[in-house]
């Protein structure tokens, strides 16, 4: 099957500085992706759509400035959390669609721990 | 973003017992899916329902659609201890997918 991967696996930074995470589509291409920040025991919250080659598109409540992300390629996105606080620390996943009508396929998740 | 609340919160089930798990929605979706989650790694589909009404099974799972379009079960026959994780059901709106709050699932061998 298709495999999304995240990287970094875990970061640890200081408050104040920006952290980039990259998604990457490793055997197909996706136009879009998506990413989701999900508390501990809590759900996965959809934050935005990343679309290749255009603006991406916020849920209502995120901020734009504070999570920049760029899809500069068909195979890679990447979320940058910028001027990062302790209440950023959280999970971050991407996931992008597959050529089946649902299919969905998920990365293994980026736990951002800010200090 | 759309809301979709899922009962039990949380589950303690003795191994070889079925468990079922519920969701709810104030909106209408056309497609029903249901994601399993262990820790530190990301969601995999369980199944995917696409018709009101529809009743699909995966192995010892079964998830039905329910006929409003607004609610959708899973049920698990003769659980084991791989069953552990975090289930959630997730609607998908438009090209959008959006989840529900989870049931964590706990087997006691």
């Known amino acids: 099957g298709a495999v999304v991967s995240q990287h970094p696996s875990w970061v640890i930074c200081k408050s104040g500085t920006s952290v980039k995470i990259e998604c990457r589509s490793l055997d197909f291409q996706a136009t879009t992706m998506f990413w989701y920040r999900q508390f501990p025991k809590q759900s996965l919250m959809l934050m935005a759509t990343s679309n290749e080659g255009s603006k991406a598109t916020y849920e209502q409540g995120v901020e734009k400035d504070k999570f920049l992300i760029n899809h500069a390629s068909l195979t890679l996105s990447t979320l940058t959390v910028t001027s990062a606080h302790p209440e950023d620390s959280s999970f971050y996943i991407c996931?992008?669609?597959?050529?089946?009508?649902?299919?969905?396929?998920f990365g293994p998740g980026t736990r951002l721990t800010v200090l | 973003g759309q809301q979709l609340n899922q009962s039990p919160q949380s589950m303690f089930i003795q191994e070889g017992e079925d468990v079922s798990m519920n969701c709810t929605s104030s909106?209408?979706?056309?497609?029903w899916l249901w994601y399993k989650q262990e820790p530190g790694e990301g969601p995999v589909l369980l199944i995917a329902?696409?018709?009101?009404?529809e009743l699909t099974s995966n192995g010892r799972l079964t998830a039905q659609f329910g006929i409003t379009r607004k609610d959708s079960f899973l049920n698990i026959s003769a659980s084991i201890p791989s069953d552990v994780g975090i289930y959630f059901c997730a609607g998908r709106f438009g090209n959008q997918f959006y989840f529900g709050t989870g049931t964590s699932l706990t087997v006691i061998p």
């Open positions: 329902l696409y018709k009101a009404g």
């Open positions: 909106s209408i979706f056309n497609t």
């Open positions: 996931s992008a669609p597959g050529s089946g009508y649902n299919e969905q396929f």
